[in-house]
């Protein structure tokens, strides 16, 4: 059916809303246990609960075929050295891939394959694209100083698994290191 609120949208990357769509809006409270430095996630926590982040999604069918979308505003800030970022998952259909397209901002995504661990960081910038495989976990870190913004396409099926993040978190993290953001296997980190 070409039903026109189904065929197009307004996309609001300031407000990381999608007129007329539900959104989610995640403060650094619901962010417990991806910090490596627990200690400066406590003690930000106790000063101030900020919003890190928000993601309004299009998810209308349910098809095979079908895609769904998001737009994603990531705010700038770090807790200890580690830079702000999203809470990272897995699709519970594994190998449902998906597209972010970066649209404001700077950023980096942390891409680890699932089998064999494997992890790499890709700029998330205006004008590029990222392809994220499916049975890759993938989490989202603004590394500037503006917010970050920036739409993801995935298969309506997709879905999101975060247990398994939740458990072990990544493998990698992301730092500022030396003014730059820099990967670090997290058995490393001092
Ligand atoms: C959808 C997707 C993005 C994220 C968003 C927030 O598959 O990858 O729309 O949902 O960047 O990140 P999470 O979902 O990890 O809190
Ligand atoms: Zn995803």
Known sequence: MLDLPQ?????EPESGKIIGAPSVTRRLSDL???FADTKAFEAAL????????????VEPGVGAGDLHYGVGLLMPGRIGNEYYMTKGHLHSWRDAAEIYFGLTGEGVMLLEDEASGESRMVPL?????VYVPGHTAHRTMNTGTTPLTYIGVYPAKAGHDYAAIAQKNFR???????????LVERTQLT
């Open 125 to 129: 910038l205006p004008n590029q694209a």
């Open 32 to 34: 417990r246990g991806c």
């Open 172 to 182: 990698c993290v992301v730092i500022e290191r030396n003014g730059r953001p820099t």
């Open 46 to 57: 106790a000063a101030d609960n900020p919003v890190l982040y928000r993601v309004g999604a």
């Open 7 to 11: 065929l197009i949208t307004r996309y």
